[in-house]
């Protein structure tokens, strides 16, 4: 059974951080290329982050550069994303995604809200 499980999202201050964890089992993870997205209501589902499934090739929307940073330890079946500075328009639902050619796996995301 796959599964993809997102944890560490939370309250937070403009100008914080956090670190979201996505917990993979049920597919073999190293084998596949892990993608964060984030959704606010109303908006179209985007891309923030993405790593190839190695761990040595990253890729992020442009208003996260600098400030986040995408990570995946395949001894653990985990990927990462260290959000850090977060700013008010940060603020969404973060989902990752197992992707392999036409193969995709989705979790069901996680609340990040930066509010002072």
């Known amino acids: 059974q796959v599964r993809l499980v997102e944890s560490g999202g939370g309250l937070v201050q403009p100008g914080g951080s956090l670190r979201l964890s996505c917990a993979a089992s049920g597919f073999t993870f190293s084998s596949y290329r892990m993608n964060w997205y984030r959704q606010t209501p109303g908006k179209e589902r985007e891309l923030v982050a993405v790593i190839t499934s190695a761990g040595d090739s990253t890729n992020y929307l442009d208003s996260v550069k600098g400030r986040f940073t995408i990570s995946r330890d395949n001894a653990k079946n985990t990927a990462y994303l260290q959000m850090n500075s977060l700013k008010l328009e940060d603020t969404a639902r973060y989902y990752c995604?197992?992707?392999?050619?036409?193969?995709?796996?989705w979790g069901r995301g996680t609340q990040v809200t930066v509010s002072s």
């Open positions: 995604k197992a992707v392999l050619g036409s193969l995709g796996y």
